[in-house]
């Protein structure tokens, strides 16, 4: 097939309409059949179908009426629907998705958007510290996978978000995971205010054998730990600034 396109000096390239088209049929011996390849076509443009946000929802009516459950396994095997890819990138989440037809999974899945949540809030959090410190002078590298910053090549940080729990009591207590594998110098665990929508304060927790993984902190939390409590992070941003050796001095 040829004459698909033009291209003429110092002008765009254009697509020809098909009636203009160079064709050859049969040039080649078929590996399949002619009615093989139509239905395989088909199923390629079906695929490609640009979906409304509606259409997406009632398509995702029809399979619940017909199945009386949902899942991504069960989307994705259906013939008549999107993939739950398009699912996902359309609306956030599949559980959004279900939220939007008032379907209610069996099993609790609030906590993945909960989570999502969270890990958005960390990916700014990083990067909002990455600004703070390289506006004060300080070198600073941030790993695209483990977000764990390298801060003038002299020492590691990493941070850590503590979600605000309520207990039975109503007391507030914060569970602070952390990242001992990563082994960094300086962990900033940020503690969330409740509900969970701003960060309330900051322990800046060195390295120490004495700290274990996981770390169950209350409103108050005695001296041992509460010495590393900071309301913002001026004095993680001090260790980090540059000063020349006169100031210095």
């Not at 011996?29 to 997406?56: G, K």
């Amino acid at each position: 097939m040829y004459n698909r396109r033009s291209f003429k000096l110092k002008q765009k390239r254009i697509k020809n309409p098909p009636e203009i088209w160079v064709r050859r049929d049969d040039a080649f011996a078929p590996i399949v059949t002619r009615e093989q390849f139509a239905e395989a076509l088909a199923i390629i443009e079906s695929r490609h179908r640009r979906f409304t946000d509606e259409q997406l929802l009632e398509c995702l009516k029809d399979l619940l009426a017909r199945f009386g459950t949902l899942s991504g396994i069960l989307i994705d095997e259906a013939e008549d629907m999107p993939s739950s890819t398009v699912y996902r990138h359309r609306f956030g989440s599949l559980i959004r998705a279900y939220k939007l037809i008032g379907y209610t999974p069996f099993r609790d899945y609030s906590f993945l958007e909960t989570n999502r949540v969270l890990r958005e809030f960390h990916g700014q959090q990083c990067a909002a510290i990455v600004d703070q410190l390289r506006e004060n002078g300080a070198r600073v590298q941030r790993n695209s996978v483990s977000d764990l910053l390298t801060i003038n090549e002299e020492f590691t940080a990493s941070l850590v978000l503590a979600r605000c729990r309520v207990t039975v009591a109503g007391n507030h207590r914060w569970l602070v995971r952390l990242e001992n594998s990563l082994d960094p110098d300086v962990t900033i665990a940020a503690r969330l205010s409740p509900g969970n929508q701003e960060i309330l304060d900051y322990y800046l927790l060195p390295q120490m054998d004495t700290l274990v993984r996981k770390l169950r902190l209350g409103s108050e939390n005695g001296i041992v730990l509460d010495v590393h409590r900071f309301e913002n992070l001026s004095f993680l941003i001090s260790m980090a600034r540059r000063v020349g050796i006169e100031e210095a001095a």
